[in-house]
């Protein structure tokens, strides 16, 4: 009889991790989920505890992280345990299982110098200390696990844990509705990313037996982060007094890259086209029951 695979989802609690928990549930692999309370990816007595089950050919998603861009400029060496040191354990623990990891990267690793959407041949050079910490990771990941899909996204949006971070969409959401003014960048470009299609792509990957290395699985296409919330507006019929902001000097606590859209050149040679984020958005509003009827 043919053993059911398996796969161990860390940071199961947040925005990828739930989705990644219902994309391979769905494609009727055995999936286990840990939240953060439930297992410190910090602590390798923990990691070994949370993939102890686990066997060649079986999964290991890694979607936990220190994802506070501001928090990461003061407290670097907290940010360094969990995205640098973290994934490196994971790696380690899925390579001595012979299980495929997949480890969730971001955009920030690039610098936004490029002014145009970067794919994975880009050389990263971050500009702030959540993005060194982030490229760090990477870099362990690949050395610690050659089984391993690095798979990046920018600008997530959807459901997570109750108590988390709501995630920008309800943000304007919620500005909306409280009369607040929201001041956003109305130059540069991000992809804004719904979770459930980064997961799927992923599962694409997964399914495919894709060759191991990076991919960028952001939604199609770009936009600044005002445009973003326009968007959000039109496609809930609400109207939030949303401000347009000029990058120059806009934050004084961190640099951030101007333009970090996300192509696919990889994704696009295997035939695999992703989203337009439009439609991701779409997908999570009419999901979130937050669509305007019409």
Known sequence: MTTRQRAVVLGAGGQIGREMLR???????????????????????????????LAEGDIVVNAAAYNDVVGAEAHFADALRANGCAPYLIALGADRRGATLVH??????????????????????????????????????????????????????????????????????????DGAPLELMGDGAISPTYASDAAELVARLL??????????????????????AHEIATLTGSSPR????????????????????????RLLALG?????????????????????AG
């Open 23 to 53: 994309v391979l549930s769905a494609a009727n692999i055995a999936a286990e989920g840990f939240t953060r309370s439930q297992c410190d990816v910090t602590d390798a007595s923990a990691i070994d505890a949370a993939l102890a089950g």
């Open 104 to 177: 969730f990267g971001t955009d920030y690793v690039f610098d936004g110098l490029k002014r145009a959407a970067y794919v994975e041949s880009d050389a990263p050079h971050p500009l702030n200390a959540y993005g060194r910490t982030k490229l760090c990771g990477d870099v362990l990941v690949a050395a610690a696990a050659p089984r391993h899909y690095l798979a990046r996204v920018s600008s997530v949006f959807g459901a997570g844990a109750r108590g988390r971070r709501v995630n920008f969409v309800e943000r304007v959401v919620a500005a909306a509705r």
């Open 207 to 228: 399914g495919a037996c894709a060759p191991y290395g990076t991919y960028h699985v952001a939604n199609r296409g770009a936009c600044s982060w005002f445009d973003f």
């Open 242 to 265: 949303l401000v347009r902001l000029n990058s120059v000097g806009s934050d004084r606590f961190v640099h951030r890259p101007l333009f970090s859209a996300l192509e696919s050149e």
């Open 272 to 292: 695999i086209l992703s989203r337009p984020w439009q439609d991701g958005l779409r997908r999570y509003l009419e999901s979130a029951g937050r669509l305007a």
